[in-house]
Every structure is written in structure tokens, then in C-alpha cells.
């Protein structure tokens, strides 16, 4: 009688949540290929041996569940950052140099969602978006890695071609808006991260587009980023559905660089940002 008391009590308690530490990482032109390779603008020059080695000791140091990387050329690259011993590498179909994908924790049981090919706008310089949906206990998160276009910080979005990048960004929001509204209808906990190029609060256009297909969170609302020196963020973690509750108050990091700013153009421009969400 006992064992039975207590085996209805075990059932009988909620379900214990797992914390995941969830990040986004642009890695900027992480490549191989020779400075003067066709595919790649002028001056871009390939990662160092000893600067691949640097942000593979940050990758560790970093410590993710999940990364969103961003401009990394293929599998082979990102498992030089992100050892497969750690990390199963997801990546968005395609040849291009700049890719972005996830590396995921082994043992974290995820599935591929077909990568959002449409916020390309059939235009080879832009990306496609990275879908994934991780099984966390049975609890479902669904990811959405994106990398929009540059070149728009901050300027009004705009239709008009005197403002080229922002046309076309503009042109990404309602690809957005119906990938979260999807998401919304069924009722998924979702997170949408990676480089927005672009700085959102609560008077930017773009944040209030998003914000129209259903509520969000804006992980780093409200502050300013460390990243080599400082500045508002264009690296972005947004919440939607129940992860919004899973989010960790006060949990938002940039992993700052200990280099100088002299490495900056050898590692990356940009900083790992993360948060952690406790998965229920």
C-alpha cells in the first residue's frame, strides 16, 4: 500500500525542467578559402590556424546546450569550432560561404525542419533561415536561426530603392511574421535568434512588426552589448509561446573576447550572446 502512495506521488509531481543555455554567434567569414577566391569579397581574408584554435577554446569556454551560428563556410568548418566529440552540426543547405546552422549538444534529441529558404529573395547574398525543433524530455522547442539583411541598423524601413538594404529587409519582415505566426496558431514554444543586423527596442519598426503576429520577449530589451568596446545589440534572442516562461530572468551574456581590439578583424566582430530557459 505504501509503494503505491508513493508511486501515485511521484506521478502526482510536475515535471522536473531542464535548463538549456541557448546562444547565437556570428563567426564572421569563417572560412578556409584563400584570400582571392572568387568566393569572397576583396580583403576578406581566411581564419588563421591560430584564430580558429582561439575560437574553438571560446566555443568551450561558452559552454552552450545550443549555438546559432552565422557566416560559416560548411560542416567541416563549424566542427572546426565546434568539436563533434560536443556538438552535432546542423547546417542550411547550399554552397555559399556565409551559412549559419546550430550546433547542438549531443544527446539532445532534435529534428530538421526545412531551412526557410525564402528569406533569401532569391538573391545570393542574402540567407536562409535554420529550423530546428529540439525534444527536451518530451517538451518541444521549435528554433529558428536566421541572418538578415545588413546595412539597415537603424534607418526607417522603407519600400523605396533610394534605401536598397532596407527595401530588402523590409521585404524579410512578413516572412518572419508568418513563421512566427504559424508557430503562434500551434500553440509551439519557439525561439527566433541570430544576426538581425539590425537594433530593436521598443520604438523600432521592426520589433513592433514582429510583435503584431503574437506576444514576444526580447531577451537583451533594454541593454547595450560589451562587444569590443560596446553598442547596442543587432545579435538578437526573441521568445515566443511558452518559452517565453521558460525564459531565465537576468540570465542574458555576451561572452566577451580577452584580445585586444587588434584581433577584432581575426576573430569576429561580433560576440557570443546567450540566455538560459528552463524547459518544462
Not at 576583396?42 to 546546450?65: M, N, Q
Not at 525534444?135 to 519600400?159: I, Q
Request: proline share 5%; glycine share 8%; charged share 25%.
Amino acid at each position: 500500500m505504501r509503494a503505491l502512495l508513493l508511486l501515485l506521488t511521484l506521478l502526482s509531481l510536475p515535471a522536473e525542467a531542464r535548463s538549456l543555455k541557448i546562444a547565437t554567434w556570428n563567426l564572421e567569414w569563417l572560412t578556409l578559402r584563400p584570400l582571392g577566391d572568387p568566393a569572397l569579397p576583396s580583403g576578406v581574408a581566411p581564419k588563421t590556424t591560430e584564430a580558429i584554435a582561439r575560437l574553438r577554446g571560446y566555443a568551450l569556454h561558452l559552454d552552450a546546450d545550443v549555438v546559432a551560428f552565422e557566416e560559416v563556410d560548411g560542416p567541416g568548418m563549424a566542427a572546426k569550432v565546434f568539436p563533434p566529440d560536443r556538438y552535432h552540426i546542423v547546417m542550411v543547405d547550399g554552397t555559399e560561404v556565409q551559412r549559419l546552422g546550430f550546433a547542438i549538444r549531443n544527446g539532445i534529441s532534435f529534428s530538421r525542419n526545412p531551412d526557410l529558404f525564402v528569406l533569401n529573395l532569391r538573391n545570393q547574398g542574402l540567407r536562409a533561415g535554420a529550423d530546428v525543433t529540439l525534444d527536451v524530455d518530451g517538451a518541444l522547442l521549435r528554433l529558428l536561426a536566421v541572418h538578415l539583411k545588413s546595412g539597415c541598423a537603424s534607418t526607417k524601413l522603407t519600400r523605396q530603392d533610394d534605401t536598397p538594404a532596407c527595401a530588402e529587409l523590409h521585404r524579410q519582415i512578413p516572412l518572419l511574421q508568418d513563421w512566427i505566426a504559424a508557430r503562434a496558431a500551434d500553440g509551439e514554444a519557439f525561439i527566433l535568434l541570430g544576426d538581425f543586423n539590425r537594433q530593436m527596442d521598443d520604438q523600432d519598426q521592426m520589433w513592433h512588426a514582429l510583435q503584431r503576429k503574437a506576444p514576444l520577449t526580447l531577451v537583451d530589451e533594454g541593454q547595450e552589448s560589451p562587444c569590443w568596446g560596446g553598442g547596442s545589440f543587432i545579435d538578437h534572442l526573441i521568445a515566443g509561446g511558452p518559452a517565453r516562461d521558460w525564459l531565465v530572468p537576468g540570465s542574458l551574456r555576451v561572452m566577451v573576447y580577452r584580445e585586444d581590439v587588434s584581433w577584432k578583424a581575426l576573430l569576429s566582430d561580433h560576440c557570443a550572446v546567450s540566455a538560459r530557459f528552463e524547459v518544462k
